[in-house]
């Protein structure tokens, strides 16, 4: 049987392809046919895929998969084949599968899933006009989604796919496809075979080799795929076919070894494989209640090709071919079901390859690639998770991945811990290998069913907690005590990003479906399970009571207190929860709250710098926990909790926590000589953590984010926060903005952005930065919104609060609302109102503890304790906060409460605030005032820290510091203000005229210290009487330097009860005081007191100052021996400490002035009942410390009357009142006499100031005398001499000097080479880039360097070579351009500054080696150096007559020229110093250029050195004419000016000239005889014959012979000279143009022009004069022969051919008046028009000289010649020379004299398109010419649109990448490149290489560097055209300052 099969098979191979597949299609396509065998194929067919297919054969063999084509074709050919199936393609969407770093689109528009993407034709087809869409670069593969509605709406289809596109497709033929159905199962049987074969290699790179070998053959199967649905079809149902995979398989299986085929035991052989490998994949292992579930059974069992192929994938590792195949098929909607569905039984298998890959990232993209294709259809993701348990092996698979890397958790006491948690060090973790299932999950529950099912299984819900139990904790972080951290582990990230992911993603996921009361019962589920697993992990940690101190450790790390504050908060806002039903009990919600709170301190202490030794990681967890991607799923959870927790726990017990957890218990103390020490604390942390602790406490009274804004007020709050720290770019603002992680971008964003921001447009600065749109802070948001607190809560670094609060100052400033010299105090806000759900979180502040705590702080403001005036904002707004929400209280008969003095009834106990007040009642507690503090431990009496001891006398301290206290015994004097005073403040009258009001005033003695140190002191006959310094803030506030400090001396005998000071013994004061400086700045004050025993003593006596400020005072032991408790004396209520901090604030006594406040007040005390309404809704925040108080008095009097009256008491008692008019009287004297005492000192003062200028000025004028005399003297003497010679600044020594031969100066300058000349066009427009296939190309050969490189070949083919290289110029490509900043050096200095630098280690971007420095002074870059000629300055002509004879000129510039040859170094010393330097100046310019540039001939000559030094000048003219525009019209005021504001071309002239004339080894002055009609000498017939092969005058180019005559004659000439040489050039051209004019003319207009004209007897006036005798001179020669007939026309119009000589010539007239500018500082004419620049010209270079009228003006008039003779017979002789050329060779010589003369404009970038779009799309795949592969970075050259290989070896020459080299072909060495996968452009100038910028900006005029956002960008008109100007103006090197060494590689 087996030969028959084979004989049988072996006919149909002999058939060949064609015949044999039409005989299988027939048999096939017979369906009658009786011999079908088993599996269901034609029996010919199975014989032949035997012989095909069979497993020994390679699977990549080429015959075969032809084949399988032709056979497949059924006797058409393969392509034939194709195109007939796609006619029946009916398939509705696209599928089109791609790999990484594919272009796709994303439109949010049109997207129903957010994963949704199209594909490039697709988004181009649909209809996607203003929709929100960005392009990306795909990181992960992907698949087009055009068509599919469950993924996008059908708006957004291209007209190809969707339900429609498949309406009136024609049915396909039955026979069509029956052999590729019959065929298709053993096609891919034989993949499957091959897969088994390979899968035996361990390694990944044998598995990628395996794939690599069967690249073909899965190549062959997506070849199919591609042929549309129907051939799609046919791939699915064999993959996903039950039956045919048994009929292939089982038979295979169960086969034995023996007595079988060689087939039938390899199938036996690979099936044995295949149970290996399936037993070789493990599975996690699943709780017993799921081990059934079909995708979490330990054995696999596949029943389809399809899930088999998964297998392999799988156990492959994602290979990129398999994956693309499996996913190109998703089209057919069975087959996406199946793949589903073999994917999810998969799935966990899936986890178990993640965790051991070596290569996790690559394979999570390829498994992330997949499922996202499935799992984003929602009713397919359903059916899933009920039919496979999906949701059940995803939870199952992660919490599997996790419980692998578990290490026991070290929070609080690690022996008593039981939890375990995650290590973050794992692969698993730092890696992220649970990325992909994260993914998955989160996809999935982004369908509201499957959230529903998710949250409504609890047995899934307690799976879930327990997975995220191992994150509860982890990453525990150990502060460090004593030394640094020697390793400091770089696991954080890996915590957080798993939090984010893992935990926050899925919970934002379900939350979101979480709205409406109808699924209450889902967020209760979720929240019992939660609070359950809290439970068990308090347990497991051992934390059973608050009190565990944890003040050394810290995770950030609590996803399940996150979980319980987000869904709580959810269910309470959405579903209409009541909070008191959710919440757990007190004391376990007490026990919840302590590790947030610990995050928020450990937070502020890591910003405080008490984890400085744990090293920088530490700082990153705290900025990472509030950055934007993370502070919604962790820093606002945490504050809600702790925001419900203040809620619902009882005040006392939370602030008594928050005040213990901070470690700011301690500071509370009143003891100052010792107080205790917090054992966390270092001694200068303890005020940055009060100061950490009210802030926290501001924070959450006053947050709303999740107690009541809606989501427009939220994303207005975030972003007003952005705005202020600082302004930013759209995208800046969107990135920055909060996300809930995984929701949907914020909808109110351009709204919210148009209330609050004001846009700014970029400019382009002067100095050539690009600036972006930026949005900034109307001013509204300063005035109504900026919230200091929120920027706080958000700042990462604390610096941006610092920035913000600069801005807001700067603001206040500009706008005048503070006074001059005031600082503004943080506006911080009234909280927005709180939902009905919750109580008012400022309720917390209802506490005794809170009010003593207060007046703690108010005490040590007042007192000089080193408060900041931050903590004194915030202590102010709290309370403002406390009184706005208290209770209004009941009338109080007793206005004043305080604590009887006497009684032994009450001890208020140091630092225990609790019991400093007997209730809670705000009102009462204001006015309390506290007499005295019990210490709760007697100070340590060893040693004083100081040379003195302090007696004391009494057991009690009185600390009451402050002389606001009123007494009737004391009087108390200060000194005033020492300082002038500004125009508009008053001046300070002197101290003898008036006492400080800010202390009481009564009759006794003082004691004073100035602010110099100096100690006075005061004397008293008492000395056991107290000695109390004073405050200084009461001093004046308009002193700027530290005020005198007023000391009383209380008498005794003072009770305390009266609240004033009692007679206790002289006390030490505070160390630290502060003094008062501008704006309330706060200092200490060094002081020092010593009792006198002299009474009576009236004077004071001065002694130095000695006080260490940072000594402790220690007191000696008391001497009467008594044993009572020390007590602080304080005797101070709220109310007066705010009186008092006002006073001292202000700088003004009794400066709180209620009655200005009551005006505006009124309304407000109508309405107090109400906490809410006490408060006006338009109520300033604007203002300064003394503003702040004052609010806060006044809404203290609006309390209730009790309190009102309480404060006009304590002002009258601290400041006695005076008689009102008394007062008034007083108050206008003293500002009276401020006045005119500060008037006085100025007038004083600029009295001074006269005297000094005034002897200045004598002395200076001394000294000028001398110098004027002396210059008088000489020009009397030398009346010739116009001007002594030119001096210059060096900038290195400072000196002023004239350059001379020994001692030469130099022009600092650049030397650099340019190609710009090069890229000249004839066309005025811009050549395009093309961006399609329509487009044409860019032509090279239309250039001016091309032009010339071609006219060049010409010459040499034609002329000697020593004859044309003196006949033209180079330097359009490869020129050498010269530019300077202006500055000047000494040659000496240069070296000495050039050796410094080459010893300087650190100049990494200057090439000193190479001569390169930067200008000392502006700090240009600088290569080289032009010497100065001593000649430059002077005015003194070789000739001065200007009347000499034309004749005669032309005669001496001829004896000038000669004497050049017979003494070259006429003019200049060979040996000099300043010629050595003019030889180095010149090397500098050699070097700079490249050597295929510079010399045009092999070997170097005299006449090749001098056509480069020559061209060299024409290079910097024809530049600065380029710079000007092209001509010499005046720029208008709009356009920005490109020439330098300082030139070198005088300096740069003398150094070519010198050059110049000692390589002129010729005869020159020969050719100025032929040129100008001079008889040679000896005398001999004008008509000089033409050497043989010398380049005729008529062909040698004008402008060159002009700069050379220029350069070799002395230039210093007499105007007159130059003008000469002008016409005698000029008249050459002339003849040049009418030359080529005229053989452009038609035959016809030749023969009209000779009919009408007419010979003329001298010059030529007219044009058709001198067209007439050229024509005529040349009509019988064979010059015109065939002459052009591009000028032809009906009638012949000698006016139309006037303007175009004159645009031929005016070239040279540019050059020539360039010249004469430079060279006579003659200034350029003006000229308007282009019409009148000929005009203004020839007059300015004195071509013409007599006016005329216009009409009869024509370029013939600028002819000038000595005589009439010259005018005939010189250009007789020019026309006879040219006329010999012609006869010699005739094609030359028309070629040559018909371009001769060429109008260039100006060289242009490429034109752009306006969308970037269209370069990407053409160039993103574009290859390159010379590698004919596609670059990695694809770059184009703006200059001539070529594509370059950037930064690839592919293209390297000679060791140059190609870009590099590219630059210096087509740029000179300045290469302008656009990247076109960055957007940006690369500029290279030389050896270096910067990115200059972007050209395209999106529609916020903001760059999009490497397409990351991948929005719509445009063409930037204003970047594009200053990039032009910099590459015109060779400005690159000056405006870009980050250039680097590209070192070739480029």
Not at 1395 to 1419: I, K
Not at 1585 to 1599: A, F
Not at 1709 to 1734: D, G, I, N, S
């Amino acid at each position: 049987m087996a030969s028959t099969s084979n004989t049988s098979a072996q006919v149909l191979i002999n058939k060949g392809k064609r015949g044999a597949a039409a005989y299988i299609h027939a048999e096939c396509s017979n369906l009658t046919n009786s011999n079908i065998s088993s599996s269901g194929s034609p029996t010919y067919l199975n014989e032949l895929l035997d012989i095909l297919l069979i497993p020994s054969k390679a699977i990549d063999d080429w015959e075969t998969i032809d084949w399988c084509k032709w056979l497949m074709a059924g006797g058409r050919t393969p392509d034939e084949f194709t195109n007939t199936v796609r006619i029946y393609d009916n398939a509705t969407t696209c599928g089109l599968v791609w790999t990484p770093n594919f272009v796709a689109y994303r439109c949010r528009t049109c997207g129903i899933s957010p994963c949704m993407s199209l594909c490039t034709e697709c988004f181009k087809k649909g209809n996607h006009h203003r929709h929100d869409f960005n392009m990306f670069l795909s990181q992960a593969g992907g698949a087009c989604d055009c068509g599919d509605t469950s993924v996008m709406k059908e708006t957004g289809f291209c007209d190809k796919h969707g339900p429609k596109a498949a309406v009136n497709k024609v049915a396909a033929p039955s026979d069509l496809m029956c052999v590729a159905e019959a065929i298709m199962p053993r096609i891919i049987l034989r993949l499957i075979q091959y897969l088994r074969d390979n899968c035996k290699v361990k390694a990944p790179d044998d598995y990628r080799l395996a794939i690599q070998d069967a690249d073909a053959y899965l190549t062959m199967l997506l070849d199919l795929n591609n042929m549309g649905a129907l051939m799609r079809h046919v791939i699915t149902s064999a993959l996903t076919n039950p039956q045919k995979y048994r009929n292939l398989m089982d038979a295979a299986a169960a086969s034995s070894s023996s007595g079988q085929s060689e087939y039938d035991n390899y199938c036996h052989n690979s099936n044995e494989i295949y149970q290996d490998a399936v037993k070789s994949l493990p599975n996690p292992e699943p709780p017993d209640e799921y081990k059934e579930c079909a995708s979490l059974q330990e054995h696999l069992k596949h029943s389809t090709f399809l899930e088999e192929l998964v297998f392999w994938t799988v156990a492959y590792e994602f290979p990129q071919k398999l994956v693309c195949l499996l996913l190109n098929m998703l089209p057919d909607p069975d087959y996406k079901e199946a793949l589903t569905r073999a994917f999810v039984l998969h799935y966990s298998r899936i986890s178990m390859m993640l965790e051991r890959s070596q290569d996790p990232d690559t394979l999570s993209n390829r498994v992330v690639h997949i499922s996202v294709q499935l799992f984003s259809n929602e009713k397919l993701a359903l059916r899933m998770v009920d039919q496979l348990k999906l949701l059940h092996v995803m939870v199952i698979s992660l919490k599997y991945m996790m419980s692998k890397i578990l290490i026991q958790n070290t929070l609080h006491d690690p022996d008593k811990n039981f939890h375990y948690v995650v290590d973050c060090g794992r692969q698993v973790m730092k890696e992220h290998c649970y990325w992909p299932l994260v993914s998955d999950l989160n996809n999935v529950l982004s369908h509201k069913p499957v959230a529903v099912r998710f949250m409504s299984d609890d047995s899934l819900l307690e799976m879930w907690f327990d997975f995220l139990s191992m994150f509860q904790g982890m990453n525990v972080n150990q502060r460090e005590m004593n030394e640094h951290v020697e390793f400091e582990p770089n696991t954080y990230y890996a915590a957080f990003s798993a939090e984010l992911e893992a935990s926050a993603y899925p919970m934002w996921a379900l939350v979101s479906h979480l709205r409406g009361p109808e699924n209450l019962v889902l967020s209760r589920r979720v929240l019992t399970v939660c609070l359950t697993a809290l439970q068990d992990w308090l347990d497991a940690i051992n934390y059973t009571h608050p009190n565990v101190s944890d003040s050394l450790q810290v995770s950030f790390h609590l996803p399940l207190h996150r979980y319980f504050a987000v869904f709580m908060c959810q269910a309470v806002q959405q579903q209409g929860a009541v909070l008191h039903d959710l919440l757990p009990p007190t004391d376990m919600l007490h026990l919840i709250m302590m590790h947030p709170l610990r995050v928020q301190v450990a937070s502020y202490e890591i910003h405080n710098k008490l984890w400085v030794r744990n090293g920088v990681q530490i700082r990153g967890q705290a900025m990472t926990y509030i950055q934007c991607n993370f502070c919604n799923s962790m820093v606002d959870a945490d504050v809600y909790l702790l925001q419900i927790c203040a809620i619902k726990l009882q005040p006392e017990v939370f602030l008594k926590t928050v005040i213990d957890k901070f470690h700011v218990r301690e500071w509370m103390s009143l003891n100052v000589y010792h107080p205790p020490q917090n054992e966390y604390l270092e001694g200068e942390h303890d005020t940055p953590m009060l100061e950490s602790c009210l802030t926290f406490l501001a924070t959450l009274v006053s947050v709303r984010t999740n107690l009541g804004l809606s989501d427009p007020e939220l994303s207005c709050l975030e972003m007003v926060t952005l705005l202020c720290i600082g302004d930013k770019t759209h995208s800046q603002l969107m990135e920055l903005m909060p996300e809930r992680c995984g929701t949907t971008a914020n909808r109110e964003f351009e709204t919210v952005l148009a209330e609050v921001a004001q846009y700014r447009a970029p400019s382009l600065e002067a100095s050539g930065n690009m600036q972006q749109g930026m949005y900034g802070p109307k001013a509204r948001v300063w005035d109504e919104l900026f919230d200091p607190l929120h920027v706080l809560l958000r700042a990462v670094h604390r610096t941006d609060f610092q920035v913000s609060m600069d801005r807001f100052t700067e603001y206040v400033k500009q706008t005048g609302q503070l006074k001059s010299g005031a600082t503004p105090w943080p506006p911080f806000r009234h909280p927005a109102p709180v939902s009905s759900d919750y109580d008012d979180p400022r309720l917390v502040l209802r506490s005794r503890v809170f009010h003593a705590m207060i007046l703690v702080v108010l005490y040590k403001s007042v007192n000089g304790h080193n408060v900041s005036e931050h903590i004194m904002a915030l202590a102010i707004y709290l309370l403002e906060m406390a009184v706005m929400t208290a209770e209004v209280p009941e009338k109080s008969a007793n206005p004043v409460c305080r604590y009887s003095g006497g009684g032994a009834s009450r001890v208020i106990k140091d630092m225990d605030l609790a019991g400093w007040y007997e209730g809670d009642s705000l009102s009462a507690n204001l006015r309390t005032i506290i007499p005295r503090i019990t210490l709760v431990q007697e100070p340590e009496s060893n040693s004083s820290d100081s040379e003195f001891e302090w007696e004391i006398h009494d057991s009690v301290t009185d600390l009451s510091t402050s002389l606001m206290l009123h007494d009737e015994r004391h009087e108390v004097l200060a000194l005033p203000p020492l300082d002038i005073t500004e125009d508009n403040e008053e001046a300070a009258p002197p101290m003898d005229q008036y006492p400080l009001q800010a202390l009481p005033s009564t009759g006794g003695e003082y004691s004073m210290i100035p602010e110099d140190g100096i100690v006075a002191l005061a004397s008293r006959t008492n000395s056991d009487d107290d000695l109390v310094p004073t405050s200084p803030r009461a001093l004046s506030q308009s002193t700027d330097e530290i005020m005198t400090v007023a000391v009383a001396l209380s008498e005794p005998g003072l009770t305390s009860d009266d609240g004033a000071i009692g007679g206790q013994a002289a006390l030490p004061p505070t160390p630290l005081r502060p003094a008062v400086m501008p704006g309330n700045d706060i200092v200490s004050t060094p002081m020092m007191y010593s009792g006198l025993t002299i009474r009576g003593v009236t004077s004071t006596e001065i002694v130095p100052s000695t006080l260490n400020p940072h000594n402790h005072f220690k007191r000696k032991e008391p001497q009467s021996g008594s044993s009572q408790p020390q007590t602080v004396k304080v005797g101070e209520s709220i109310i007066s400490l705010l009186l008092r901090l006002h006073s001292q604030l202000s700088g003004v006594p009794d400066s709180y002035n209620p009655e200005q406040l009551n005006q505006t007040t009124d309304n407000e005390a109508g309405s107090s009942s109400s906490s809410s309404a006490r408060i006006h809704p338009r109520e300033s925040r604007i203002g300064d410390g003394p503003f702040f108080i004052s609010q806060l008095l006044n809404k203290i009097g609006n309390l209730d009357p009790v309190c009102k009256e309480n404060i006009t008491e304590t002002r009258n008692r601290l400041w006695p009142r005076m008689h009102e008019d008394e007062q008034c009287e007083k108050e206008n004297r003293e500002r009276e006499e401020r006045r005119r005492r500060a008037k006085e000192r100025q007038e004083k003062v600029l009295a001074d100031f006269l005297d000094q200028q005034k002897k200045f000025m004598e002395t200076n004028m001394e000294t000028d005398e001398a110098g004027v005399s002396n210059m008088d003297c000489s020009e009397q003497e030398e009346p010739t001499k116009l001007a002594s010679k030119k001096e210059y600044d060096c900038v290195i020594c400072n000196q002023t000097t004239a350059s001379s031969e020994d001692k030469p100066m130099g022009l600092v300058v650049l030397v650099q080479a340019t190609s710009v000349i090069s890229h000249e066009r004839q066309q005025p427009e811009r050549l395009v880039l093309p961006t399609s296939d329509e487009d044409p190309p860019i032509s090279k050969s239309n250039t001016r360097s091309a032009h010339f490189e071609q006219r060049i070949s010409e010459m040499n083919r034609d002329f000697d070579t020593p004859s044309w290289l003196l006949s033209v110029n180079i330097g359009w490509e490869g020129g050498v351009h010269v530019q300077t900043c202006g500055h000047h050096l000494h040659l000496d200095c240069l070296k000495s500054y050039l050796e410094s630098l080459r010893s300087q280690h650190r100049q990494q971007n200057l090439a000193v080696d190479r001569g390169e420095y930067f200008c000392p002074l502006c700090r240009q870059l600088a290569n080289s150096v032009l010497p100065l000629s001593p000649q430059l300055g002077e005015c003194a002509a070789v000739v001065r007559s200007r009347h000499a004879s034309p004749m005669a000129i032309l005669t001496e510039l001829n004896s000038f020229l000669k004497e050049i040859q017979r003494n070259p170094f006429h003019y200049f010393q060979i040996s000099s110093n300043l010629a050595v330097a003019m030889g180095k100046a010149m090397e500098d310019m050699t070097s700079s250029t490249y050597l295929r540039y510079n010399q045009r001939n092999a070997t170097p000559s005299h006449q090749s050195l001098f056509l480069f030094v020559t061209s060299v000048a024409r290079t910097n003219f024809e530049i600065e004419l380029v710079q000007r525009g092209g001509s010499l019209c005046t720029a208008s005021a709009v356009s920005v000016p490109l020439t330098p504001k300082r030139d070198c071309i005088v300096a740069l002239l003398h150094v070519l000239a010198m050059h110049a004339r000692v390589l002129t080894n010729w005869p020159v002055w020969q050719t100025w005889q032929q040129l100008s009609g001079l008889l040679p000498e000896p005398a001999a017939p004008l008509a000089l014959t033409l050497i043989e092969n010398e380049v005729p005058l008529l062909l040698r180019d004008p402008t060159a012979l002009l700069i050379q005559f220029v350069l070799l004659l002395p230039l210093h000439l007499d105007q007159t000279y130059f003008s000469s040489v002008v016409k005698v050039v000029y008249n050459l051209l002339y003849y040049q143009v009418i030359i080529q004019i005229s053989y452009n003319l038609s035959h016809v207009d030749r023969s009209t022009l000779l009919r009408r004209g007419r010979a003329c007897q001298g010059a030529p006036t007219t044009l058709e004069e001198a067209l007439y005798s050229v024509v005529s001179y040349f009509s019988n020669t064979e010059l015109y022969q065939r002459g052009s007939t591009l000028m032809h026309s009906a009638r012949f119009n000698i006016q139309l051919l006037e303007p175009q000589v004159q645009k031929l010539c005016l070239p040279f007239l540019r050059v020539a008046a360039l010249l004469r500018y430079h060279l006579y500082e003659q200034p350029l004419p003006v000229v308007r028009t282009p019409q009148t620049e000929f005009v203004r010209l020839v007059y300015y270079l004195e071509l013409v000289t007599e006016g005329m009228d216009w009409e009869c003006f024509n370029s013939a008039v600028a002819l000038n010649w000595q005589d009439s003779d010259a005018s005939m017979a010189v250009p007789r002789l020019w026309l006879d020379q040219f006329n010999a050329f012609v006869n010699r060779s005739v094609d030359s010589a028309r070629s040559l004299i018909t371009t001769q003369h060429i109008y260039w404009q100006v060289p242009k970038l490429l034109n752009l398109p306006r969308e970037y779009e269209k370069i990407f799309t053409y160039y993103h795949e574009r290859q390159c010419r010379q590698c004919h592969s596609v670059p990695q970075e694809t770059s184009i050259c703006l200059l001539c649109g070529t594509i370059v290989c950037l930064k690839q070896n592919c293209c390297k020459q000679q060791n140059v990448c190609e870009a590099v080299k590219h630059s210096v072909d087509c740029g000179g060495g300045t290469g302008i490149y656009l990247v076109v996968t960055s957007t940006y452009v690369i500029v290279i100038r030389g050896k270096r290489a910067c990115l200059w910028g972007s050209l395209y900006l999106d529609e916020f005029d903001e760059e999009d560097r490497d397409l990351k956002r991948g929005k719509p960008l445009y063409l930037s008109q204003d970047r594009y055209q200053l990039l032009e100007q910099q590459w015109i103006a060779h400005r690159f090197d000056h405006t870009k300052k980050t250039w680097v060494w590209h070192r070739d590689a480029l």
